[in-house]
């Protein structure tokens, strides 16, 4: 194998594991935010004027 067909695939690897690691990255975040925008979904608060007759 010569010199520049060992850095074409080095260069291969190195982007393929930036795209895996990019892409595993975004599922998490995206996850979190849906959990989180979940967890904030309102809720009803009695107040003063909220009596049950």
Same mark, same amino acid.
């Given at each position: 194998? @010569?010199? $520049?067909? =060992?850095?074409?695939?080095? $260069?291969?690897?190195?982007? $393929? ?23 904030? =979904? ?7 004027? @909220?009596? =049950?007759?």
């Amino acid at each position: 194998m @010569d010199v $520049s067909t =060992a850095k074409t695939l080095v $260069s291969a690897l190195l982007v $393929s594991a930036i795209f895996l690691f990019t892409i595993a990255s975004l599922r998490m975040f995206v996850s979190e935010l849906v959990g989180d925008l979940r967890g904030a =979904a309102p809720r009803h608060v009695g107040g003063p004027n @909220d009596r =049950a007759e």
